[in-house]
């Protein structure tokens, strides 16, 4: 494996399934409350230059029960690349933590990070990717749907970072991606190219639609995230006119399978992407997604920093 979770590309398919075992693992043990403390002693600095409710609890709360410390860095504790260089703040933290969780604006700031630490860095979501959240996803599809080949997993909404790295996986994985947004919202082209020839050599397959009733025709999993991300709250009124038409809503539901799954990676704008009644509803498992960002989360930190 290598040192950092820079792009979730960074793991090859072996890599991810062994994570999903061992988070499977670890999860049963928490279930039954046997002690697990793998990373006794050791210590993960959080930078956060914006929000968050699952990332910062579920790696504060994992390492926690992995019998290791995690400190929160606020955005304006460090004031990233003003007060000190990212660069600077890379090697002063690889003299004292084991590990670093970053959630950044510019991708291009946990690579930096990446490249002048010499402890593990982890993208807790970039302008770029969200990789994390993509191990807790196929941990949750894993356990709902059991196999991932063959799959078909239909994205309805913003080409986003969420979007960026279910793309790469879905490549890596094996699995039918369709990626459904408005003209003008479609993901960069280079990831698309990259999954895409991940997914020629899985035997799974990219398409990109501009027709969510197209896009999500007999698909086992639809997931969708918010039309404005964060950093993109300027843009919002003109997003939530360029998106209508987009929503995942029990009309579009009914063109899926009978037993499909919606996922989301929270936090849902409720009424704007998703509507109360699929969120809420039988198909959603928004929340098991919520409960496996510890796990997964989890067996990346011991697979790093054990
Ligand atoms: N899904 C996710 O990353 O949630 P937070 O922004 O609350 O961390
Ligand atoms: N695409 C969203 C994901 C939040 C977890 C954002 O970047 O704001």
Redesign the pocket.
């Known amino acids: 494996m290598r040192k950092d979770l820079v792009s979730i590309a960074d793991l090859t398919k072996e890599e991810m399934l062994e994570l999903f075992e061992l988070a499977i693992e670890m999860k049963d043990k928490v279930k039954k409350g046997v002690e697990h403390h793998h990373l006794k002693g050791k210590v993960l600095a959080m930078i956060f230059e914006k929000p968050s409710l699952r990332t910062r609890v579920t790696f504060e709360t994992g390492m926690y029960q992995l019998g290791g410390y995690a400190i929160y860095l606020a955005p304006q504790d460090i004031k990233l690349g003003q007060r000190e260089s990212v660069p600077d703040v890379a090697r002063n933290l690889s003299r004292w933590v084991d590990g670093i969780m970053a959630r950044t604006f510019a991708h291009k700031t946990v690579t930096d990070l990446a490249e002048n630490a010499t402890i593990p860095v982890i993208n807790g ?1 970039s302008d770029l990717e ?1 990789p994390c ?1 993509i191990l807790a996803d196929f941990l949750t599809i894993k356990e709902h749907k059991g196999d991932f080949e063959g799959l078909k997993l239909a994205w309805v909404g913003d080409g ?3 979007c960026n790295s279910l793309m790469l996986a879905s490549g890596i994985l094996g699995v039918h991606m369709t990626v459904t947004t408005p003209a003008g919202y479609e993901p960069p082209e280079d990831i698309v190219k990259q999954a895409q020839e991940l997914a020629q050599k899985s035997g799974g397959s990219i398409t990109l639609y501009n027709d969510p009733f197209e896009g999500v025709k007999d698909a086992d999993v639809i997931y969708t ?2 039309w404005a ?2 950093g993109q709250e300027a843009e919002r009124e003109k997003r939530l006119r360029d998106f209508q038409g987009y929503q995942v809503n029990s009309k579009l539901l009914e063109n899926a399978k009978n037993d499909v799954i919606v996922m989301h ?1 929270l936090p849902a704008h409720r009424g704007e992407e998703i509507t109360d009644d699929v969120l809420d509803g039988p198909h959603s498992v928004v929340l098991d997604e919520a409960e496996n960002r510890l796990h997964a989360q989890k067996a990346l930190l011991v697979k790093l920093m054990g």
């Open positions: 979501l969200h959240q986003n970072n969420v995230d918010v991300s964060m990676c």
